[in-house]
């Protein structure tokens, strides 16, 4: 038996529990959306990449142009009226950013609140690497430390036990 | 004790309770970017059977409110709807509602069959207004303060203990702000 079934089995469970407590946005209605691609190719096309720059909000890993869920059908139709009305693609952007936050952004942006984010890794790598160095230069040196001689008598002590066992060997 | 063996444990320590607050944290709630921000422009028509629509203006009228977006197809709206109906009987405060993406003839039947605790209720159709207000799932609650400015958005099913302890201390405190 795989042992990771049990595990399987309760994510669902979970997912199931917390799909029930909040109902997301995908229910089909009367008002539902459909895609009307623009009429301008070259539209559609900024259209279509800005899709993928968006994430869903109700399918959180998922961007707009990936998701089935009727809100990012809605997205999809918003950010064509958002070109096909002359906006920029940041102008586009922005609009939605104001509503909805940076956490629509699949790629954040690097700002204050995102330093640790964007550079957390890598400080976190560099903490590890000064670690690792420290250690490794302190393990070089601590053989170089002077080990105290042996005293004539534990000399003598030694020679008289190496020859003893030499001696039983053969 | 050296310095060196205790700086592992102790990052060890701060590592495992940033992990363990992290896994009590609901990826679903994700902050609303209108906290501290004007509601948005908006007119929407009443729900059907109705006479009282909602708009921007009725949000800026000097009263503190909340703003429930709501709809028929929307299972736990139906649990939370007790809690607000108890709400508009108290008129503590004011309650308007958003009545998203629904069938017109759903929702007047839905209003009608288990009461409607709002003073206000828009349609919003088409969900346009739905976005501009940053919802993403349904149910949603708005608090807004008496200039018309979004104060606390709250996702999810509306319990009475939430609205005990967290909703109504607002409401009272900006109230006493006049």
Known sequence: ?170 | MRLGYVIPFVLFFALAVALYVGLGLKPRDIPSALIDKPVPEFNLPPVKDHDKGLKTADLKNGEVSLVNVFASWCGPCRVEHPVFMALSKTGEVALHGINYKDDPDNASNWLARYGNPYTRAGADRNGRVGIDWGVYGVPETFVVDQGGRIRYKHVGVMTQEILDKRIMPLVRKLKSKQ
Request: hydrophobic share 45%; net charge negative.
């Open chain 1, 1 to 170: 038996m795989n042992p990771f079934r049990h595990l399987f089995v309760l994510l669902f469970v979970v997912c199931a529990i917390s799909a029930l407590t909040l109902t997301p946005v995908t229910e089909p209605n009367a008002q539902s959306t459909i895609d009307k691609p623009l009429e301008n190719p070259a539209d559609e096309a900024r259209a279509l990449a800005l899709h993928k720059l968006l994430r869903c909000l109700v399918c959180q890993n998922q961007s707009i142009s990936d998701s089935n869920a009727e809100l990012a059908r809605d997205l999809r139709m918003l950010v064509r009226q958002r070109i096909g009305s002359g906006d920029s693609d940041e102008e586009t952007i922005a609009y939605i950013v104001d509503r909805y936050g940076d956490w629509v952004l699949l790629d954040p942006p690097v700002k204050s609140t995102t330093y640790v984010l964007w550079f957390g890794p890598v400080g976190i790598f560099l903490l590890a690497l000064i670690g690792v160095i420290l250690f490794l230069r302190r393990s070089r040196i601590q053989p170089a430390t002077p080990v105290a001689s042996l005293s004539t008598e534990e000399e003598a002590k030694l020679k008289s036990m190496l020859a003893d066992r030499d001696g039983t060997d053969k």
